[in-house]
């Protein structure tokens, strides 16, 4: 493994320690604290690393407790172009701003290795707290932060491997309702667009979508979907695509705004009447010129109830030790959608 390169005047940091010996930022992390679940072996292979590299931790850092003591809560978020990321950012701010805490938000670009590292980093900086959209299933590295004494709030996605609070929205019953909506209306050939196969909402959608066909006799058609788009420029290629089949749907529905967007670009270009539906409302919706069905529900909210369940934990803790008071159980929200017609 290539030894890291620092400018002559940059210190060396903890990713660099990391990079050194092999391991995670945030093992270095545990392994610099002597934390006993770390392998004595690998706590020491990192002090000697840290040594070699002449890495000094920050010391107000190491002087406070995990989870305690900063003020600031981490959030981490897939795609901060994505306005839902926004209204969620406002709405966890609006809560803990109120209870006096800053937020500090990252974005992982949908990337697991990137969302590794930003909540080492968290981690590794004393947050107070992390809410976190978690990019894919494996969250191993959420569930050592919360065993490292971070509480961790998840939206829009629930917990894999360990227990945590979470605020989902009902991605399958919207999606299903929405796909029943064009079908009402006589569309029987309805193309899918959706986000990446390991997103959790763009899977629900896919099987809500899926549930409304089923619901009316007609028969799921694979060569009709397409997922992995997660910009509109993506998506308008992708529904270009099913409008050029020799039988093109007659109608789209599409698991997110990006989707959407990219949707109604594929449709004006193609000149077609084609019956469009997504999940999202969006501003300026209702200025696209054509019918629009959208599975709308309050963003804000699901970040409101994302810091309130946060806020709860943290008045828990038990003043002067890391460990947390009795936190009762685990809390599953799920924010209700309706849906919302634009156009004739």
Do not use: W
């Amino acid at each position: 493994m290539p030894e890291p390169r620092l400018p002559a005047d940059s210190p060396p940091t903890l990713r660099d320690v990391a990079q050194r010996v092999g391991v995670s930022a945030m093992t270095a992390s545990r392994a610099l604290r002597d934390d006993p679940g770390v392998l004595a072996a690998t706590r020491e292979r990192v002090r000697a690393g840290a040594d070699e590299l002449g890495y000094r931790p920050d010391e107000v850092a190491r002087g406070l407790r995990p989870g305690s003591g900063t003020g600031l809560i981490g959030l981490v978020v897939t795609n901060l172009a994505n306005p839902f990321y926004s209204r969620l950012a406002l709405g966890v701010d609006s809560v803990m701003a109120g209870d006096g805490f800053k937020t500090v938000i990252g974005n992982t670009g949908q990337d697991l290795d990137s969302e590794r590292e930003l909540v080492a980093d968290l981690v590794a900086r004393r947050v107070d707290g992390i809410i976190a959209v978690p990019a894919a299933a494996d969250q191993r590295h959420l569930a050592a932060a919360a065993a490292d004494g971070v509480p961790v709030v998840l939206a829009s996605r629930p917990p894999e491997g360990f227990e945590a609070d979470c605020v989902l929205v009902d991605d399958f019953g919207g999606a299903r309702a929405a796909t029943a909506r064009l079908i009402t209306r006589g569309h029987r050939r309805i193309g899918f667009l959706g986000s990446p196969p390991a997103v959790y909402t763009g899977t629900e959608r896919l099987r809500g979508y899926a549930a409304a066909l089923a619901a009316h006799g007609i028969p799921f058609d694979d060569s009709r979907i397409r997922q992995g788009q997660t910009e509109p420029r993506e998506a308008r290629r992708a529904a270009a695509e099913l409008l050029a089949l020799p039988e093109p749907p007659t109608a789209l529905f599409c698991s997110n705004n990006r989707n959407t967007i990219g949707a109604f670009r594929a449709i004006r270009a193609s000149g077609t009447d084609t019956a469009l539906a997504g999940f999202d409302d969006f501003e300026l919706a209702d200025s696209l010129g054509l019918p629009l069905t959208l599975v709308a529900y309050d963003s804000d909210e699901v970040g409101r109830a994302a810091g309130r369940l946060l806020a709860h934990r943290l008045r828990r803790t038990d003043p002067g030790t890391e460990k947390k008071s009795a936190l009762g159980s685990i809390q599953r929200i799920v924010t209700p959608t309706s849906l919302v017609e634009y156009g004739s």
